[in-house]
């Protein structure tokens, strides 16, 4: 599975952005999709993650209320829509595919390029 992520961009404090994650390759609905991302210095942490059939939703809990998550699988495509952006969402923001939806980095088999948020105050 090759997956794409792209939206990022600048914004300011309290803003909104939509980020993508297109999936190519074998049967890529079949995954859970997750998001996580990377502050500058810091460790990759979980985001965001959506099962397979989409029915199924999971936040972090700095980003409970403001992200959410959803997929389109006639698309291949997995969407986190961010609002009330805040300075420390900035970050490169990755998405993965994994069997199931779980918070740890190793457990992805899958990831894409990233893509960089930046949130000025």
């Known amino acids: 599975v090759q997956l794409q992520a792209s939206g990022g961009g600048l914004v300011q404090a309290g803003g909104s952005l939509r980020l993508s994650c297109a999936a190519a390759?074998?049967?890529?609905?079949?995954?859970?999709i997750a998001w996580f991302r990377q502050a500058p210095g810091k460790e990759r942490e979980w985001v965001s993650g959506?099962?397979?059939?989409?029915?199924?939703?999971y936040y972090a809990d700095f980003v409970k209320g403001r992200f959410s998550i959803s997929r389109d699988n006639a698309k291949n495509t997995v969407y986190l829509q961010m609002n009330s952006l805040k300075p420390e969402d900035t970050g490169v923001y990755y998405c993965?595919?994994?069997?199931?939806?779980?918070?740890?980095?190793?457990?992805?088999?899958?990831w894409g390029q990233g893509t960089l948020v930046t949130v000025s105050s």
């Open positions: 993965a595919a994994g069997n199931l939806v779980q918070s740890t980095v190793r457990n992805y088999l899958y």
């Open positions: 959506i099962g397979g059939t989409g029915g199924v939703t």
């Open positions: 390759g074998r049967a890529p609905s079949n995954y859970a």
